[in-house]
């Protein structure tokens, strides 16, 4: 069973949100985080704290010796689009680099189970639907430096007896019922920006593009909700640990959401004065990318709790409204 968990990142959104969840479970949380672009407020009271670089190795390894650590949950790293193409190497040092750094600090230690965030940004563009097996072809830096990563892990814990999960995530969104913890960062996250817009005089919710070949023209996306996101890591680690064996994952709830009725809910949740604006095509946008989940759905026993577009809007706001006026 698994006792001692270090997650990277955990003063991140979802590493905050992990590691709610594992204290919750009553397992020992310790978060290595540089606060880069994380938030000492974001880090759970009962976890230990490090403020410190992934790729500090002697530091790291003394970390999870001293702490009997038995697994590791990787989600430290770079994850802005544009950013990356701009600043190639921040990525590769951050992203590729520094993760190769991680899984050889675990070797000779207790380490049994390694859990790394990767992303949908690893698929070749032109598939609606994805499954693990389909074609890898990152467009983005981001995206290269996630599918190099993972290629260090699969190969370093294989050499070192180590399970992997590595999970990649679709689009993660929403914050955890406890209003304790949510997205900060702005970044490029359609949910936080129109949170945002829902409590300013005059909300414009922006679509760019709106003459893709979608259903309703606009882009489509597989939302998943950053609670259901952390149940899935929890569950995984459990199950790898159980069965020794490792697993590369999609994480989303197949179902895809349109960028209109995504803008269409928020709507809802604004003043009169609020509306919707078409912009231009961005470039680089995928046009619509699903997760195919059964794999993930036959691994573990679960049932998504936010799998639906009001809720996990609902809860954005009230993580926002909470960021505004509390
Ligand atoms: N947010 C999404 O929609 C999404 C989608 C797919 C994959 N992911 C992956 O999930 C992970 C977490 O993303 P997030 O949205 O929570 O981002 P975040 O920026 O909120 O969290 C990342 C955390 O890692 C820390 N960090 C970065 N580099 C570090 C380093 N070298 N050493 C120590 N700490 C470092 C940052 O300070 C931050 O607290 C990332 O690996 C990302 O690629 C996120």
């Known amino acids: 069973m698994t006792k001692n968990i270090l997650i990277t990142g955990g003063a991140g959104y979802i590493g905050s949100h992990i590691s709610e969840l594992l204290i919750k479970d009553k397992k020992k949380v310790v978060v290595v985080d540089n606060l880069s672009t ?4 974001l880090i759970n009271k009962k976890a230990k704290f490090y403020k410190t670089n992934v790729n500090n ?32 190497k921040k990525y590769y040092k951050n992203n590729v680099f520094n993760t190769k750094v991680l899984i050889k600090a675990c070797s000779n230690t207790l380490v049994k189970n390694f859990i790394f965030s990767s992303t949908a940004a ?11 097996k389909s074609k890898l072809k990152p467009k983005s830096i981001y995206g290269k430096s996630k599918l190099a990563a993972e290629k260090i892990i699969i190969r370093n814990c294989k050499r070192n007896n180590i399970n992997y999960g590595i999970l990649r995530y679709f689009n993660i ?82 179902k895809g959401i349109s960028v209109k009725e995504v803008a269409k809910k928020f709507l809802k949740y604004s003043n009169k004065n609020a509306k919707i604006v078409e912009a231009p095509r961005r470039k680089g946008d995928l046009v619509e990318i699903i997760a195919a989940t059964k794999n993930l759905n036959n691994f573990i026993q679960w049932k998504p709790k936010y799998n639906n577009l009001n809720k996990m809007v609902k809860s954005s706001v009230k993580w926002e409204k909470y960021q505004n006026f509390e």
């Open 122 to 132: 690893v698929y070749k563009d032109g598939n609606k639907k994805v499954s693990e």
């Open 57 to 88: 190795f002697k530091k790291i390894k003394s970390i999870l010796i001293d702490n009997n650590i038995d697994s590791v949950i990787h989600l430290a790293a770079s994850l802005i689009i544009g950013e990356g193409e701009r600043n190639p």
């Open 173 to 254: 969104v929403g914050s955890s019922p406890s209003g304790k913890i949510g997205l900060i960062n702005k970044g490029d996250h359609l949910f936080k920006n129109y949170s945002m817009e829902t409590f300013k005089k005059k909300p414009l919710f922006k679509i760019y593009g709106t003459n893709y070949s979608t259903n309703d023209g606009t882009c489509v996306r597989d939302f998943i909700h950053v609670s259901d996101i952390a149940e899935i890591h929890s569950r995984v680690l459990k199950k790898i640990d159980k069965i020794n064996k490792s697993k590369i994952l999609n994480c989303g709830y197949s």
């Open 38 to 41: 994380g938030y000492k407020r």
